[in-house]
């Protein structure tokens, strides 16, 4: 009866380890991110760079270890602000599962073993995602309480993932790598923006400034309807041949277009609207977009 209580035991606390690290490494996150960096690895593949399983598992690895990192070090740095907001009091810091001392030990490791593996597969790899960690957490985090230009501050290391996949294939950071850049800056102000509207009374609990006015406002629906504009023009840039071994096809294009109608419909829906719901409908249509474009760009690779 006690070896079947002590098994007991062990499996719920290595499962309580598992949902924790799961928590303050945010998994969901850190998981559609690595995505991103394989499909900007598999845009990069040619007859020059050859597809590498190597890399391809070495970039999900450390590409996760390094967005891991940058969430763990986010949560040491926010965790009395988090323990203030419903969305985030139940993390493994705020909640006490997790001490600073042993995140910060497992954040340190990541960053460690993260920027070992990008390095094994070039030194530029490592170096952009050293830079992604040091923006997110030494600039943006601290910036979440003083201004609403931390969103655009954290667009750029948000934005260094979809590239950085294309320059672990090329081992250059070209025209083709800044294009996939732009388009996951541009992308996370709508996306971003529409956070902050449905979770703004959450956010105000922290004295976190995530919409560009401060407000929920027309002032900042209108501004999210521009960026989401400018996010359309970007995404198609490819189809107009300047950038480089980076193209899209015609056919391509215009699914590409109508994923951007898809997504304007609903930021033109909130500057309608002005509520809760409508942000929320924009954020969860946003997820989709990103995803739904890059998965266009894949297949009208390998088809063309």
Same mark, same amino acid.
Do not use: H
């Given at each position: 009866?006690?070896?079947?209580?002590?098994?007991?035991?062990?499996?719920?606390?290595?499962?309580?380890?598992?949902?924790?690290?799961?928590?303050?490494?945010?998994?969901?996150? /850190?998981?559609? !991110?690595?995505?991103?960096? #394989?499909?900007?690895? =598999?845009?990069?593949?040619? *007859?020059? +760079?050859?597809?590498?399983?190597?890399?391809?598992?070495?970039?999900?690895?450390?590409?996760?270890?390094?967005?891991? /990192?940058?969430? !763990?070090?986010?949560?040491? #740095?926010?965790?009395? =602000?988090?323990?203030?907001? *419903?969305? +985030?009091?139940?993390?493994?810091?705020?909640?006490?599962?997790?001490?600073?001392?042993?995140?910060?030990?497992?954040? /340190?490791?990541?960053?460690?073993?993260?920027?070992?593996?990008?390095?094994?597969?070039?030194?530029?790899?490592?170096?952009?995602g050293a830079i992604s960690i040091f923006l997110y957490t030494s600039v943006y985090t601290p910036?979440?309480?003083?201004?609403?230009?931390?969103?655009?501050?954290?667009?750029?290391?948000?934005?260094?993932?979809?590239?950085?996949?294309?320059?672990?294939?090329?081992?250059?950071?070209?025209?083709?790598?800044?294009?996939l850049f732009l388009i996951q800056f541009f992308w996370q102000f709508p996306h971003f923006w529409?956070?902050?509207?449905?979770?703004?009374?959450?956010?105000?609990?922290?004295?976190?400034?995530?919409?560009?006015?401060?407000?929920?406002d027309k002032k900042t629906a209108l501004q999210t309807i521009l960026y989401t504009v400018w996010?359309?023009?970007?995404?198609?840039?490819?189809?107009?041949?300047?950038?480089?071994?980076?193209?899209?096809?015609?056919?391509?294009?215009?699914?590409?277009?109508?994923?951007?109608?898809?997504?304007?419909?609903?930021?033109?829906?909130?500057?309608?609207?002005?509520?809760?719901?409508?942000?929320?409908?924009?954020?969860?249509?946003?997820?989709?977009?990103?995803?739904?474009?890059?998965?266009?760009?894949?297949?009208?690779?390998?088809?063309?």
């Open positions: 009866m006690k070896t079947a209580l002590n098994a007991s035991e062990k499996t719920i606390s290595l499962t309580s380890l598992f949902a924790d690290f799961k928590g303050i490494t945010k998994a969901g996150l /850190a998981i559609s !991110v690595v995505f991103s960096s #394989i499909v900007g690895y =598999l845009l990069g593949v040619s *007859d020059e +760079t050859p597809f590498s399983w190597v890399t391809f598992i070495l970039l999900g690895i450390g590409g996760y270890c390094m967005v891991g /990192a940058s969430n !763990v070090f986010n949560q040491i #740095i926010e965790k009395d =602000l988090d323990a203030l907001m *419903d969305r +985030t009091k139940n993390r493994p810091l705020p909640s006490g599962r997790i001490s600073k001392q042993t995140a910060f030990i497992l954040g /340190a490791i990541l960053t460690v073993v993260g920027i070992a593996i990008l390095y094994s597969i070039n030194p530029k790899t490592a170096m952009f910036l979440k309480t003083m201004t609403p230009l931390s969103v655009f501050v954290g667009a750029f290391p948000g934005a260094i993932p979809f590239m950085l996949g294309w320059v672990a294939a090329t081992n250059e950071f070209g025209i083709e790598a800044g294009t529409a956070i902050g509207w449905f979770l703004y009374k959450d956010y105000e609990k922290a004295g976190f400034f995530m919409l560009p006015t401060g407000k929920q996010l359309i023009i970007a995404s198609l840039i490819p189809v107009v041949g300047f950038t480089g071994d980076l193209k899209l096809s015609y056919v391509a294009a215009a699914f590409v277009l109508l994923l951007g109608l898809w997504m304007l419909y609903f930021a033109v829906k909130l500057y309608r609207e002005m509520d809760e719901k409508a942000a929320r409908k924009l954020m969860l249509v946003s997820v989709s977009y990103i995803s739904l474009l890059q998965l266009v760009y894949v297949i009208d690779k390998f088809l063309r």
